[in-house]
C-alpha cells in the first residue's frame, strides 16, 4: 500500500463539458445559485500543492486583483518561457511526468491540478491523475474552452461519490490504474 500523494483535479464545468467560454468567461458560472462555498473550502484544506498551466495564472492574475489567491501553498506553474519566480510561485520548465512523479514521492497532502485546459490534457496523456472532482453547474455553453480535449488516451474511473450544493452537482471519481505485472 502506497503512501504516496495523489494528483486530484477539482474544478468546475458547465454541463455540457466547458471550463470558460471562448472569451474565457466564467460569468455562467457565477449565475448559478450555490450553497456556501461549494466544498471549496474543505477541498481546499486536503492539499498543499498547486499545479497550473501559464495560462491559468495569467487569467488569475488578470481577473483575480488583490492577494494571490493560494497563498501558504507550494504553487507551481508550468511554462514554456523563461519567468522568474515571485513570492508565491515557482515556474517550473521541466518535463511534466518526472517533476509531477518527483512531487507525489514528496511527503505532504495531494496536489491540485487547477488548470488549464492544456496541462491537464498532458496530465491525462500521461497517465498522473489519481482523482477528479468535477463540480457539474446547469449550465450550457455551448462552445468554448473544452475541460477534456480530443485525444488518443482512454481513462476508467470509478465512482467514489456524488454531492449536491443547491444547484451544482459535485462527481468524485477515482482513476483506474492498470496494474503491471
Not at 31 to 59: H, R
Not at 122 to 139: G, H, M, Q, R, W
Request: aromatic share 12%; with cysteine; proline share 2%.
Amino acid at each position: 500500500m502506497s503512501n504516496q500523494r495523489k494528483l486530484v483535479l477539482f474544478i468546475a464545468t458547465s454541463l455540457d463539458g466547458y471550463i470558460a467560454t471562448q472569451n474565457e468567461s466564467l460569468d455562467w458560472l457565477f449565475n448559478v445559485e450555490g450553497e456556501g462555498d461549494n466544498g471549496y473550502s474543505e477541498f481546499y484544506e486536503t492539499v498543499d500543492t498547486i499545479l497550473m498551466g501559464k495560462k491559468t495564472y495569467d487569467w488569475i492574475m488578470k481577473h483575480e486583483p488583490g492577494e494571490f489567491p493560494y497563498i501558504n501553498k507550494e504553487c507551481y506553474v508550468f511554462t514554456r518561457s523563461h519567468v522568474e519566480d515571485t513570492k508565491d510561485v515557482k515556474f517550473v520548465n521541466e518535463d511534466i511526468v518526472s517533476f509531477t512523479n518527483k512531487l507525489k514521492k514528496e511527503k505532504g497532502k495531494n496536489i491540485w491540478i487547477v488548470g488549464g485546459g492544456d496541462l491537464l490534457h498532458s496530465f491525462i496523456n500521461k497517465k498522473l491523475i489519481d482523482e477528479l472532482i468535477l463540480t457539474v453547474a446547469p449550465s450550457l455553453i455551448g462552445k468554448g474552452i473544452p475541460l477534456f480535449k480530443e485525444g488518443n488516451y482512454q481513462t476508467e474511473l470509478s465512482l467514489i461519490g456524488t454531492r449536491h450544493f443547491n444547484q451544482f452537482v459535485e462527481l468524485h471519481y477515482e482513476v483506474k490504474k492498470e496494474i503491471s505485472q
